[in-house]
């Protein structure tokens, strides 16, 4: 448990600055909720950042997920849906960007309310 919560702190030090949040106490919250939920085993935060092995990042950064998503109606919802749900790897959203085929469903790790509310996070992102 000691581990885990300084390996948050390093996580919430490391990422301060690309966050560009005003809210520190939302951001540190949001970041801890991505990595106990296993978010953060496939995603980065910041674009640009290479996958294990120096090969393309799993699934998509997140400050790119925002840069794609900000501003359509209904991005909330759909994002949602996606990760409680899983993608479809017959039809990518990210195809050629990332490793990852698809992403499995989340919903045994992370609640459909705890998703809303870390996915609006992500769509804040710059
Ligand atoms: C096993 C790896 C893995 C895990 C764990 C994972 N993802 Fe993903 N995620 C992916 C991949 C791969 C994609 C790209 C899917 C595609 O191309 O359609 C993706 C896509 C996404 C997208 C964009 C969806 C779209 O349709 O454009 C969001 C948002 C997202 N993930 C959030 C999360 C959140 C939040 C969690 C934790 C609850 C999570 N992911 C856990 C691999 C993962």
Request: net charge positive; charged share 20%; aromatic share 4%.
């Amino acid at each position: 448990m000691k581990h885990h919560r300084l390996t948050i702190a390093c996580l919430v030090a490391s990422l301060a600055s690309p966050l560009a949040l005003a809210d520190a106490k939302k951001d540190a919250e949001m970041l801890k909720l991505a990595s106990s939920s296993g978010c953060m085993t496939c995603h980065s935060i910041e674009s640009g950042k290479p996958g294990p092995d120096g090969l393309k990042p799993i699934g998509p950064a997140w400050a790119d997920v925002a840069a794609q998503y900000r501003g359509k109606p209904g991005a909330t919802e759909f994002l949602t849906r996606v990760v409680q749900e899983g993608s479809n790897p017959y039809s990518s959203h990210w195809k050629n960007r990332v490793s990852g085929i698809a992403m499995p469903p989340n919903a045994v790790a992370i609640t459909p309310a705890n998703t809303r509310e870390l996915v609006s996070w992500i769509l804040l992102l710059k």
